[in-house]
């Protein structure tokens, strides 16, 4: 479908963060919204949307090569589970994958991402070389790799090359099973300036530091310098595990994010994946950085994190995302369900995320906070249905179990809280559609590969 001044209308979008109708949308020659306009009839020549339609949302933290080990750690044979004893054992995986099954898992990764609402994906990408530790002849083969497999599905993609080079806050180095990630500030930096000179369709770049343990002051600061005022966004793992928290204390007398907000002076480009383990004190450091949030609910709750401070971050007005991380969920209809339930288990309430008096509805305030919130991650300045944002959109199905018969205020409600199995129709990425009748036109090819490389790796 070509995406040149495409016009398409719907009876029902979210817009604006409500629900309006009679909607005109235009797709302007780069793929990007023109204009979007409530109150219109529908123009002779204009798509006609079957459904609701409702902006997509960027899944802002992942490790494509794990969607290959989700399924494989949910045994304990003896002793303590956790996501130390977890990591371990995803480390076996990691030391095996070629770029080619890179790609073949990437892309059945990056399919079932669309299937489940997400039109693009920051790649928190640190497995880098060969098995031995060595470079590959391309330095950036696996980020090739995956390139490739957004291209063939149509996802869009924002890589975040690692620098990953410490074991812990007093090793000097990695450890053994941790070769095929070591890399510098000069590495990430190179990296990042490749990818964003490839000139891909749809292929953006940032940079990343695994984490405070893995990447020292003088990694960090190095990689600041490099980056200077260049207007990328920077990732970080941080304050997962209360073990991380410990560690950090014992080795610098600060938390973790009390350190970053002390020691590096963050801004709004910087994204802090999980920040699980917080102080209101903390909280309102990052607020006033400008930094934002990035919460795993399936991950966290999968490897036993714990539960973040969603009203703390809410209500401090830090931007927040949501990312599939290790991919045991990969829908962020699920995210968002898990986001809001591991609230309602720990405080023992319900409606934790609504706001009373400015958004009653608990998947709208939610819903929206994720929408405005998937921006900046992946490098972007507008996200949902706007002029000036890509043109990537989901049309729901009408009839879809929990959605069906609602009045418009229940719908993302029915949507989050209710429904089952598939509920899109169709999914378009920068006007384009991508998914019809939720389905690929290369599944089966993209699942054939797959399946192929899971039994080599078996």
Excluded at 157 to 172: I, N, R
Excluded at 201 to 219: E, M, N
Excluded at 360 to 383: C, D, I, K, M, Y
Aim: glycine share 10%; hydrophobic share 45%; proline share 4%.
């Amino acid at each position: 479908m070509n995406a040149i001044n495409k016009k398409f209308w719907a009876a029902q979008a979210w817009v604006e963060g409500r629900w309006q109708h009679d909607v005109l949308l235009e797709v302007g020659a780069d793929g990007h919204w023109l204009h979007v306009q409530a109150g219109q009839a529908c123009p002779e020549g204009a798509a006609r949307l079957e459904g609701p339609v409702i902006p997509s949302l960027v899944d802002t933290h992942s490790h494509a090569f794990q969607r290959a080990f989700a399924g494989l750690a949910e045994r304990r044979e003896a002793g303590d589970d956790d996501f130390w004893s977890w990591r371990d054992r995803m480390y076996g995986l990691a030391l095996r994958v070629t770029p080619e099954q890179l790609r073949d898992i990437g892309a059945q990764l990056y399919l079932e991402l669309l299937q489940g609402g997400y039109t693009q994906v920051c790649e928190f990408h640190y497995l880098q070389h060969q098995e031995d530790g060595s470079a590959y002849p391309d330095e950036l083969a696996m980020s090739w790799a995956l390139a490739d497999a957004a291209a063939e599905v149509g996802l869009g993609l924002t890589l975040l090359p690692v620098l990953y080079a410490h074991a812990g806050f007093a090793e000097p180095a990695l450890r053994r099973d941790q070769r095929r990630f070591a890399t510098d500030a000069a590495w990430v930096w190179r990296a990042s300036e490749r990818i964003r000179a490839a000139g891909r369709p749809l292929l953006h770049a940032g940079v990343a530091l695994h984490s405070l343990r893995a990447a020292h002051a003088g990694d960090i600061q190095e990689l600041q310098a490099l980056v200077g005022e260049t207007d990328i966004p920077i990732h970080i793992h941080i304050s997962e595990q209360q073990q991380e928290v410990r560690d950090c204390l014992a080795a610098t007398g600060q938390r973790p994010m009390q350190l970053l907000c002390n020691d590096f002076q963050p801004d709004r480009r910087w994204h802090l994946v999980h920040a699980t383990h917080s102080t209101p004190e903390e909280i309102a450091q990052v607020a006033a950085t400008g930094a934002s949030v990035v919460i795993c609910p399936g991950t966290e709750g999968n490897l036993g994190d714990g539960l973040c401070d969603l009203s703390g971050w809410l209500e401090a007005g830090v931007p927040i995302s949501i990312g599939s991380d290790s991919h045991v969920t990969r829908n962020w209809v699920e995210e968002l369900r898990w986001l809001e339930y591991g609230q309602r288990l720990s405080l023992q309430q319900r409606n934790v995320a609504a706001a009373p008096g400015r958004e009653a509805s608990t998947a709208a305030r939610l819903f929206e906070a994720v929408r405005a919130g998937s921006a900046a991650p992946a490098g972007f300045q507008h996200w949902g249905l706007e002029a000036g944002a890509r043109a990537d959109f989901l049309v729901l199905d009408p009839l879809a179990s929990g959605v069906a018969g609602l009045p418009d205020s229940a719908v993302l409600d029915g949507l989050v809280f209710a429904s089952q199995g598939q509920v899109l129709l169709e999914v378009y990425v920068a006007g384009q559609r991508r998914l019809h009748q939720g389905q690929h036109e290369a599944r089966a090819e993209i699942g054939a590969r797959f399946l192929k490389t899971m039994a080599a790796l078996a």
